[in-house]
């Protein structure tokens, strides 16, 4: 997994960080999935006799945007990463920060939108096997390991 290991409030107060990069890195995603379309719209539109699009201008500055687009969601995932959290799904906002519980490391699960972590799943689930991180589970001997920076 990771080498440095969060706590729910740690998660928390990462949180607005968190927000708006991801809030940005879904903007970027459907404009980038729009130029990408746009491109190809264009470029079936048809080919002049020497074989090249007839719009190519507009098919090249279209690719052009997309690219610059893709670049720019890199350089959002790499700094979400390098807070040492995962991006799990852009498009639903999905954010993991490693932990560990009762000896046993896991993910803390966000979604984008929601107020704080609530949430963990082991390292081999997902979402939809995500489970409530109440006090109890985190301090009623289960979470008392979690470790902080490392």
Known sequence: MAGRYFRPEEANRLL???????????????????????????????????????????????????????????????????????????EYGLVDFPATLGGEEVWLCWRLGEARVAFYHGQGEGFAKRRPLSAEVWRGGRGTDAAGAG
């Open 16 to 90: 607005p960080t968190v927000t708006a990069a991801m809030t940005r890195l879904q903007a970027i995603d459907a404009e980038a999935r729009r130029r990408q379309q746009e491109a190809a719209a264009l470029a079936a539109i048809g080919r002049a006799p020497d074989g090249r699009p007839i719009m190519a201008a507009d098919v090249r500055q279209a690719r052009e945007a997309y690219e610059m687009l893709v670049r720019q969601g890199r350089t959002i995932l790499e700094s979400i990463r390098g807070l040492g959290l995962e991006v799990r799904s852009i």
